[in-house]
Antibody, heavy 125, light 111 residues
């Protein structure tokens, strides 16, 4: 059973870069066809897909965040990371890491079958 | 404002059946992209409930079912239980936005 755990600062100043890491246990991050993903949820609001990185290193970003976003993978540490630059108060949210997988034969969009517990990041001076 | 529209809230009494709709357009659900559903209990991470429109992961009760038709999808819950009180989200892909999208979420209240 794979487990994911987010880590990183809970408070980031406006205009700075938000950096989070997701540690994966119970399986190798480089095996299988998985989309290692980031999703966020502003307080009291709904879910927003941020982006994901495939095992090959190819990454896919939410176009609304793409200019500020980098998702990378470190197979030696079994981790993947998120960097979001030039943050504002609008980036305050619970950030989740998740594993995306295509389970059905004609999969058109991966589903997120395993999630971390989430970490609250507040952008404030 | 999400491109996938869900009712903000639904409610039902224990034992009843409720449905939650997820309405999209020709650039997402109507383009035959899969729809997935998640359940988020208060204070917890979302949990995959339905994948590929109508498939249940192992461990999800058969009281939960999904369907898709045209530009919409639905989640049905039968034999409503108090523990089903949660927020529910649909997810698909939108070709205009070039990315995965979630519905705005629906809060289910068990009366």
């Amino acid at each position: 059973q794979v487990q994911l755990q987010e880590s990183g600062p809970g408070l980031v100043k406006p205009s700075q870069t938000l950096s989070l890491t997701c540690s994966v246990s119970g399986g190798s991050i480089s095996s299988g066809d998985y989309y290692w993903s980031w999703i966020r949820q502003p307080p009291g609001k709904g879910l927003e897909w941020i982006g994901y990185i495939y095992n090959s290193g190819n990454s896919y970003y939410n176009p609304s965040l793409k200019s500020r976003l980098t998702i990378s993978i470190d197979t030696s540490k079994n981790q993947f990371s998120l960097k979001l630059s030039s943050v504002t108060a609008a980036d305050t949210a619970v950030y989740y890491c998740a594993r995306g997988v295509c389970s059905s034969n004609a999969c058109s969009i991966p589903e997120f079958d395993s999630w971390g517990q989430g970490t609250l990041v507040t952008v404030s001076s | 404002q999400s491109v996938l529209t869900q009712p903000p809230s639904v409610s039902g009494a224990p034992g009843q059946r409720v449905t939650i709709s997820c309405t999209g357009s020709s650039s997402n659900i109507g383009a035959d992209y899969d729809v997935h559903w998640y359940q988020q209990l208060p204070g917890t991470a979302p949990k995959l409930l339905i994948y590929g429109n109508n498939n249940r992961p192992s461990g999800v009760p058969d009281r939960f079912s999904g369907s898709k038709s045209g530009t919409s999808a639905s989640l049905a819950i039968t034999g409503l239980q108090a523990e089903d009180e949660a927020d529910y989200y649909c997810q698909s892909y939108d070709s205009s936005l070039s990315g995965s999208v979630f519905g705005g979420g629906t809060k289910l209240t068990v009366l």
